[in-house]
């Protein structure tokens, strides 16, 4: 093989390449195709384990569910007696507002890069790509869920585009919560009129839609002023380095 059909070869794997890397149209198939792949992978580790846990480990495992099953069925019959007085309280006053949350259990598959930890493939049942959703983990904010290629994409807290509506402190200020892909976050957009100091707790505000009111987002480590409003430094509390499943929050009101 001459020199020249060597060189041509080489030229068109490396446009290949470059398509691949650069268009989305090219990208998409597969993306798919190894997200598919990725997820029977999980699914039959989690198969095999669960099945293991069983054999060797039935009569703990058994007794450890009885006593969840006896936590859940008080917390259930507190939250439904909550829910009775709240919902006579709604009646005596004619209030005609309406609060129907759904949250839905979703899968890890990967990394979207395996130099970013912060950029995450999720598997999704019955995704809906045109809103962004908040994404949860023990209670705790651990960043949002957007459309990508058609695909849900979990930005985590410290993704430079995850960015959500938050309070801060005892008064509440509002701000915006963003990552700046190093070890804090930053709200920003801070009235300056509020008082922020240090060790001030943040979290979520509900009113983007995204997150319900009052889940732990992190705490002020310092603040700073510009044009008009403060800027908090913030130490988030997830910080999970294995991001197996999270809550994903579909309606939040």
Do not use: C
Request: zero cysteines.
């Amino acid at each position: 093989m001459n020199k020249e059909l060597l060189g041509f070869f080489a030229v068109i794997i490396a446009l290949f390449i470059g398509a691949l890397y650069y268009s989305n149209a090219i990208q998409s198939p597969f993306i798919g195709a190894l997200n598919s792949i990725k997820s029977s992978y999980h699914s039959s580790i989690e198969f095999v384990s669960r099945t293991i846990d069983k054999h060797f480990a039935q009569a703990k495992e058994i007794e450890q569910l009885k006593e969840a099953l006896h936590n859940y069925e008080n917390n259930h019959l507190v939250m439904q007696q909550m829910a009775f007085e709240i919902d006579d309280l709604y009646k005596k006053n004619h209030s005609s507002l309406e609060f129907d949350p759904e949250v839905q259990l979703v899968r890890t598959i990967s990394y979207s890069k395996f130099n970013n930890f912060n950029k995450i493939w999720l598997d999704v049942e019955d995704y809906n790509g045109s809103k962004i959703y908040g994404l949860v983990y023990k209670e705790l904010a651990a960043g949002i869920v957007v459309n990508q290629n058609g695909k849900p994409q979990g930005l985590l807290n410290k993704d430079i585009k995850s960015s959500y509506s938050v309070f801060v402190g005892d008064g509440l200020a509002p701000g915006i919560a963003h990552g700046n892909n190093g070890e804090n976050i930053l709200v920003k957009f801070i009235p300056a009129w509020f008082q922020i100091k240090e060790d001030d707790q943040v979290i979520t505000s509900g009113l983007d839609n995204i997150f319900f009111k009052g889940l732990k987002v992190g705490r002020v480590l310092s603040v700073t002023k510009s044009q008009g409003y403060q800027t908090a430094t913030v130490s988030p509390y997830y910080k999970a380095n294995n991001p197996n499943y999270f809550h994903m929050i579909k309606r939040a009101k």
